[in-house]
């Protein structure tokens, strides 16, 4: 046995599933459902979670690789104190809704590093999460209000 960080807490991982992906385990082991499957290949963000700050897909990121990090889910953003969820309820962003847990992700690990991101820096970082509603404007404009809420309200991303 062996552990990880998950959303603060220690949890242990048996060695036989080192080559799982993070996202079964986190969805089969944990009970943390909010992190969605959708392509299996890193290509639509679905699945979009932190390991050490940084977005990543965990469908192609083995348990392993998670060792030794922290591993944050969408469970782990505070209502009410996360500017990325206060911007996207303020200009309704979602539809269906199945592509902003790794919307949000993506969103918060962005702000993380640059609050005032550009216009170019944004669809970079958002350009691997797809959303077959076709929220992209309103993902964008949630954004950039997002990123006025840390750095006039004090928010956290």
């Known amino acids: 046995m062996t552990s990880i960080i998950v959303n603060g807490e220690n949890r242990e991982v048996s060695n036989d599933d080192l080559n799982t992906p993070l996202l079964w385990y986190l969805r089969d082991e944990l009970n943390l459902t909010g992190t969605k499957y959708g392509c299996g290949m890193a290509r639509c963000g679905a699945c979009t979670v932190h390991i050490n700050d940084v977005a990543v897909r965990s469908c192609v990121t083995p348990v392993s690789e998670a060792i030794n990090t922290n591993v944050r889910t969408i469970e782990s953003v505070q209502e009410g104190k996360s500017a990325v969820q206060a911007a996207w309820r303020e200009l309704s962003v979602p539809q269906c809704g199945y592509c902003q847990s790794g919307q949000i992700m993506s969103a918060i690990a962005l702000l993380q ?9 944004v ?11 076709g929220t992209y404007c309103s993902i964008r404009k949630a954004i950039n209000r997002a990123s006025d809420l840390i750095n006039g309200e004090g928010m956290k991303p």
Request: aromatic content about 0%; charged content about 30%.
């Open 113 to 121: 590093k640059k609050s005032r991101p550009t216009s170019e820096e």
């Open 123 to 133: 669809n970079t970082a958002m350009g691997g999460n797809l959303c077959r509603c």
